[in-house]
């Protein structure tokens, strides 16, 4: 070997060394198993609506859901300009409302004076606030799935804050698809159950199904970035993370890209989403017996 080679050979070691050290060094501790397994017993094997129901991410939605039987709900967080958490899905509120723009870019009583229930017989419902959500959930005595939009120190700060004065710990799971803004809340809070969500073709196709590139060479390349993220999560990600909570795509479990056997002894419980057809629902609840989110509870 001449010198280069020892030098190249040594800084790939000391590469290697660094991250590996780093990883061990600022991993979260893992979070509570049983305390998992508690929360998920709560959901009596009923379905959780998704998006809270119809109207999607509505006060309305979640007592329909309730009367219709679910046992959890799980809704979307994001913020006004003015920094008030409310639920929606989209970063605009053009499809669930009868106005237009981003929310971020409106105030809370602007966003309060859009219809939310689109001329249906929820005509006049308001977007709710994540506080009078989380009040009618504790009502209803439903789980919440809390899914964070936003990955930002806000969103942190207000759910930190939230958990501590409501004490929501044994009732809502913030869940996500950025490791992360779940890394900043166990830090801030290490208490609070959070939950991996993950699609193991996100890259390269929308939700849906629809290609997001009509390029091939970047169809390609997305589903190889797809390929590399989806292992990164399932090998290494859940683990930093610390993580009892994951949250695979329906067709990720019924392809078998995600085994419910192998995270079981992994002690991660399961919840998957979004499971509509009939079919499904009786095999992931009779067969895998596992909780899953629906459109139609």
Same mark, same amino acid.
């Given at each position: 070997?001449?010198?280069?080679?020892?030098?190249?050979?040594?800084?790939?070691?000391?590469? &290697? #060394?660094?991250?590996?050290?780093?990883?061990?060094?600022?991993?979260?501790?893992?979070?509570?198993?049983?305390?998992?397994?508690?929360?998920?017993?709560?959901?009596?094997?009923?379905?959780?609506?998704?998006?809270?129901?119809?109207?999607?991410?509505?006060?309305?939605?979640?007592?329909?859901?309730?009367?219709?039987?679910?046992?959890?709900?799980? @809704?979307?967080?994001? &913020?006004?300009?003015?920094?008030?958490?409310?639920?929606?899905?989209?970063?605009? @509120?053009?499809?669930?409302?009868?106005?237009?723009?981003?929310?971020?870019?409106?105030?809370?009583?602007?966003?309060?004076?859009?219809?939310?229930?689109?001329?249906?017989?929820?005509?006049?419902?308001?977007?709710?606030?994540?506080?009078?959500?989380?009040?009618?959930?504790?009502?209803?005595?439903? @789980?919440? #799935?809390?899914?964070?939009?936003?990955?930002?120190?806000?969103?942190?700060?207000?759910?930190?804050?939230? #958990?501590?004065?409501?004490?929501? /710990?044994?009732?809502?799971?913030?869940?996500?698809? /950025?490791?992360?803004?779940?890394?900043?809340?166990?830090?801030?809070?290490?208490? @609070?159950?959070?939950?991996?969500?993950?699609?193991?073709?996100?890259?390269?196709?929308?939700?849906?199904?629809?290609?997001?590139?009509?390029?091939?060479?970047?169809?390609?390349?997305?589903?190889?970035?797809?390929?590399?993220?989806?292992?990164?999560?399932?090998?290494?990600?859940?683990? #930093?993370?610390?993580?009892?909570?994951?949250?695979?795509?329906?067709?990720?479990?019924?392809?078998?890209?995600?085994?419910?056997?192998?995270?079981?002894?992994?002690?991660?419980?399961?919840?998957?989403?979004?499971?509509?057809?009939?079919?499904?629902?009786? /095999?992931?609840?009779?067969?895998?017996?596992?909780?899953?989110?629906?459109?139609?509870?």
């Amino acid at each position: 070997m001449n010198s280069a080679t020892y030098v190249l050979a040594a800084t790939v070691g000391c590469g &290697f #060394f660094a991250i590996t050290s780093a990883y061990w060094w600022l991993r979260h501790p893992r979070a509570s198993i049983v305390r998992t397994k508690v929360f998920i017993d709560k959901l009596k094997a009923a379905p959780i609506a998704h998006r809270g129901g119809t109207p999607e991410n509505t006060l309305s939605a979640i007592r329909s859901s309730k009367s219709k039987g679910a046992s959890g709900i799980e @809704v979307d967080l994001v &913020f006004t300009r003015d920094g008030h958490p409310v639920l929606l899905h989209d970063g605009t @509120v053009d499809r669930t409302s009868d106005g237009y723009g981003d929310i971020h870019g409106m105030t809370l009583e602007e966003a309060k004076e859009l219809d939310f229930g689109l001329g249906s017989e929820f005509e006049g419902e308001r977007i709710p606030t994540l506080y009078e959500a989380v009040a009618l959930c504790k009502e209803l005595d439903l @789980v919440m #799935f809390l899914d964070a939009k936003d990955d930002n120190e806000e969103s942190v700060a207000v759910l930190r804050d939230l #958990f501590s004065k409501s004490d929501l /710990y044994d009732r809502v799971a913030v869940v996500s698809f /950025y490791p992360r803004l779940l890394s900043r809340i166990r830090s801030a809070d290490p208490n @609070v159950l959070v939950g991996l969500t993950m699609r193991s073709n996100i890259f390269a196709f929308e939700y849906g199904g629809k290609r997001r590139n009509a390029s091939q060479w970047k169809h390609l390349l997305s589903t190889l970035l797809d390929k590399v993220a989806f292992c990164i999560l399932t090998t290494c990600v859940w683990r #930093f993370l610390g993580v009892t909570l994951l949250l695979p795509f329906k067709e990720d479990i019924l392809a078998g890209r995600i085994d419910p056997t192998v995270w079981s002894r992994r002690n991660v419980s399961l919840v998957t989403w979004t499971v509509n057809d009939q079919e499904e629902k009786k /095999y992931l609840r009779n067969t895998l017996q596992l909780p899953f989110m629906t459109d139609y509870v």
